[in-house]
Structure formats: C-alpha cells, structure tokens
C-alpha cells in the first residue's frame, strides 16, 4: 500500500519560513520524480516543484529563489524549503509520487500553509 504523508504545514506570518516533509512508504523511492503541488480555494492545482530521481529540480516562477525541493532516499522523504513567504503562498500543499513511464501516480492528502498576520 502507497502511503504520502505530509507534514510542516501551519501558520506562519508573512516573511517567514516553513519546512515540509513528506514521508513515502509502500513505493521503492529512489525511482520516482517527486513533486510538490498546491492548491488554493477556488484555483485550479498547480505545480510548485518537483525533483526527478536523478536529482534534477524545477520550480514554478513564482516560487523561484524562495523555495527549494531536496530529497533524501535514505529516509524515503521530501522536503520543501520555504522562505520569504507571501499571503499568495497559502493553499493546500500536495506531495506527488509519479514515474510516467509506467503510469504510477500518487497523492498524499495535503497539509495546509498558511501565510498571514
């Protein structure tokens, strides 16, 4: 059984620094592209960063010099570095497990961010 779990997510005033995890079980991790998405209400999912198995990472524009995506395969684990947060970073944070070659896609069930004073 595939399990995501995140975890970091909260309040955090504007300026300010968050750190998410997320945990993978059931998949053999070193293989999989690893992403971070999320969604804010009434805004359709959107991808934040990702990390390929081989190391590679991208970011979303708007997230560029503020985030940043590491992956450790030891610990089977995700991170997402946040800094300099904005309220526009507030929203539903996903983490996504894929290799596209053979159509494996999964989801964790999200951890909220909240960024306000």
């Known amino acids: 059984q595939v399990q995501l779990v995140e975890s970091g997510g909260g309040l955090v005033q504007p300026g300010g620094s968050l750190r998410l995890s997320c945990a993978a079980s059931?998949?053999?991790?070193?293989?999989?592209?690893m992403a971070w998405y999320r969604q804010a209400p009434g805004r359709q999912r959107e991808l934040v960063a990702a990390i390929t198995s081989g190391g590679s990472t991208n970011y979303a524009d708007s997230v560029k010099g503020r985030f940043s995506i590491s992956r450790d395969n030891a610990k089977n684990t995700v991170y997402l570095q946040m800094s300099s947060l904005k309220p526009e970073d507030t929203a539903v944070y996903y983490c996504?497990?894929?290799?596209?070659?053979?159509?494996?896609?999964?989801w964790g069930q999200g951890t909220q961010v909240t960024v306000s004073s």
């Open positions: 996504n497990a894929n290799r596209a070659r053979f159509s494996f896609d999964y």
């Open positions: 059931g998949i053999i991790f070193r293989l999989y592209d």
